[in-house]
């Protein structure tokens, strides 16, 4: 226990320290505004001046912004599929660079450009143009080291406009889906000078931008928080009159369609409003619905009784059938040592103290079978028996507690516990699931329409679930790295795999505490993992509308793995499970002293191993020291590794015989086996041949799209 605590400290430590570092020190940059400024030539071209301002942290050799001139937007694709105006008009013909300046603290910077592309990083004040896949890219070489730095390019952007027979238009994506970083604050201003009748704009991609006509020459068009992978593009309609001089004619009148158009544009956009808030709307009805299900199916109305005797529910209930009849749950490891505990208060296990022979440990736990009191247990009280024995007739406690979960059975055998503890709680009618199986397959039904529903949803919103050239490169390149790197890969993840487990059960741990219900442990299990995944989303993806599905599968999978987790007591026991409580509430604030003398309670005997089955051993040990009690007990008191065993839930069981735990090991030694005869073999010539490629595949991979970042 001692050794998870420091575990989970250091690598809290560790996490807190690098994130620390990162905000302070790690290498990093932002945009935190971007201005473009748009002249309608009447040639047709597209004058653009476009400001960056970047926020260096750290040191940085410049800058490069990919200028796309052929059109890519999803969303005018996405809903319009009869083509009635070729889309090959709204490629430009070529990008001409004019201006590459820097501005920093009001000093401004003019580059020179180098044609011959051969510059190296920390050179200055030269840029470099490239055209590949229709993109125009542009480096800019300014070394940069924890500053803030505006950087201007003027270029011109050949035969963008359209010219229809009735009308001229400015189709353009500015902003391409391939930006390394959030652009903080996007402003977009398009002029089209002499322009004397009505201009139209309408803007595509984020739902947050808002797009302005403030004269009929100037139009406008803003976005904050453009993510990674998004793009912003922006169509404006004007007097043909102003490109005049134009090639490119479409011999078309276009402006009722492209009204048609974007207006089937806004019109799905309204309904994929509507459809992420009909989403919301089924989650939140399927949330009152299983609220509904708990207070008709789980758990019984508690009676306050008097006089009730503690003697009596003793004599009737073993702590661990007592624990799970008053948590209505299954059992739980810390059972396991009340029920040790109550055999050694009932005299069937003998316990004495001997002191131990030097090291850290000041006494030593020794107990033996009473063979003369054993036909006195029930078959619950016989399992443990047996299984803490293990055919021996004398042990060290301490040392068994400890072995105990280390051992390969020992989830084979809590199972096998369990499903005795099972029937003896079905024998009394206790803890009898009350969902009937008509509902449990209603609430399988409404997780099928969930799951439609969110399909359907994701669908609707233009989202591919399948790419088949995406995922037959994909599948390459697993192909070609996966089996390669899988050892690493796999050593790579030990450390957050192991740090998800052990946090998981600390949040069980932690409910348990409180209630060992299974509803609650599930619930919240699922509610953090759930949690974790929507908070990702949320951050990191562009497509925020996928937080409401994670929403609805959340609750929906809620409602199917606890329904049939939700237990009641048959009227019979509810009195029972009344007392039960009773008994709990007693110890736990400490009533039992108003009866009598506290001095004379043997604790021993009457409440610490139900405590314990209760989750409160560490509320009545704090009682318990400093009383002047039985020598023996207390030296059992003071011993901290005994007390973790009674206080911690015998959380030592959970981590290394529950499956969790299991799957670690074997996780850890297949790891260590394939990473070491990944070490031993190899082709290091092979290896940089493998790596040369990957970083051309992924150059060409990232040149998808228009974007920019910094190098």
Request: glycine fraction near 6%; charged fraction near 25%.
């Amino acid at each position: 226990m001692k050794k998870i605590k420091i575990l989970i400290t250091l690598i809290l430590t560790i996490t807190l320290f690098i994130i620390f570092q990162n905000k302070v020190e790690a290498k990093s940059y932002s945009i935190e505004d971007m201005d473009i400024q748009v002249t309608v030539e009447e040639n047709g071209d597209a004058s653009i001046k476009q400001k960056i301002t970047y926020k260096f942290n750290g040191q940085y050799n410049g800058i490069y912004i990919n200028v796309p001139y052929n059109l890519e937007d999803t969303e005018y694709e996405e809903v319009v599929k009869d083509y009635k105006i070729n889309e090959n008009l709204y490629n430009g013909t070529s990008i001409n660079v004019q201006n590459v300046y820097s501005i920093t603290n009001g000093i401004e910077k003019k580059y020179t450009l180098d044609p011959t592309n051969y510059v190296r990083n920390g050179q200055e004040g030269i840029y470099t143009e490239e055209n590949a896949y229709g993109l125009h890219k542009i480096k800019v070489y300014s070394p940069s080291n924890n500053i803030t730095k505006t950087f201007e390019i003027d270029y011109v952007i050949k035969d963008l406009c359209v010219k229809h027979n009735d009308i001229g238009e400015l189709y353009y994506n500015f902003i391409g889906g391939a930006w390394d970083v959030t652009i903080k604050k996007l402003n977009i201003d398009i002029y089209i000078p002499n322009n004397t009748q009505n201009i139209n704009i309408w803007g595509h991609g984020p739902y947050n931008g808002q797009s302005k006509i403030i004269d009929n020459t100037h139009a406008n068009f803003q976005v904050k928080n453009i993510k990674p992978g998004q793009y912003v593009a922006s169509r404006v309609l004007f007097d043909n009159s102003n490109i005049a001089s134009s090639t490119k004619l479409s011999g078309i009148n276009a402006k009722e369609i492209i009204f048609k158009d974007e207006g089937e544009i806004v019109e799905n956009k309204e309904q994929k409003n509507a459809f992420t808030i009909k989403i919301i709307i089924f989650a939140i009805c399927l949330l009152i619905y299983w609220i509904i299900l708990l207070c008709v199916f789980e758990k019984d109305k508690k009676y306050k009784l008097v006089n009730v005797e503690d003697d009596e529910l003793f004599e009737k209930y073993n702590p661990m059938i007592a624990g799970c009849i008053q948590g209505s749950r299954n059992i739980l490891a810390r059972d396991i040592i009340a029920v040790i505990l109550n055999l050694i208060n009932k005299k069937i296990i003998k316990l004495d103290l001997y002191d131990a022979l030097g090291g850290t440990v000041k006494y030593n736990y020794l107990i033996a079978k009473n063979t003369e009191l054993e036909n006195q247990m029930d078959e619950i009280e016989k399992y443990i028996y047996t299984w803490v024995f293990d055919g021996k007739e004398t042990i060290n406690l301490q040392e068994r507690l400890t072995q105990m979960p280390k051992e390969k059975e020992a989830n084979k055998k809590f199972k096998e516990l369990n499903e005795i503890v099972e029937k003896d709680l079905a024998n009394i009618k206790a803890n009898e699931t009350k969902v009937p199986m008509c509902i449990r397959g209603f609430n399988i039904f409404l997780f099928i329409i969930s799951l439609l529903s969110i399909y359907k949803h994701i669908l609707f919103n233009g989202f591919e679930v399948y790419n088949s050239d995406l995922s037959n490169t994909l599948l390459v390149m697993f192909i070609i790295y996966g089996i390669a790197f899988l050892p690493l890969f796999m050593g790579i993840l030990y450390v957050p795999i192991n740090l998800i487990v052990i946090i998981r059960h600390k949040i069980n741990k932690s409910v348990q505490k409180i209630t060992g219900q299974k509803v609650v442990t599930t619930t919240i299990s699922l509610l953090v993992l759930f949690g974790v995944i929507i908070l990702l989303t949320y951050i990191f993806s562009t497509h925020k509308y996928i937080v409401a599905d994670e929403i609805l599968i959340c609750i929906a999978t809620i409602i199917i793995l606890t329904d049939n987790l939700m237990m009641k007591n048959n009227p019979i026991m509810i009195e029972d499970y009344s007392k039960l409580n009773m008994l709990k509430n007693k110890i736990e604030e400490y009533t039992l002293m108003e009866d009598r003398d506290i001095e004379q309670v043997v604790l021993w005997e009457k409440y610490l191993s139900y405590a314990v089955s209760f989750g409160i051993a560490n509320k009545i040990m704090k009682r318990i020291k400093g009383l002047n009690l039985d020598d023996d007990l207390l030296s059992f008191i003071y011993n901290n590794q005994m007390i973790d065993f009674i206080t911690s839930d015998y959380y030592l069981f959970y981590r290394y015989a529950s499956l969790d735990g299991k799957f670690m090991k074997t996780y850890k030694m297949t790891t260590e086996k394939m990473l070491k005869a990944m070490s031993e073999g190899g082709n290091g010539s092979g290896s940089r041949r493998r790596i040369f490629w990957r970083r051309r595949f992924l150059w060409r991979w990232t040149e998808a799209g228009g974007g920019g970042g910094a190098f």
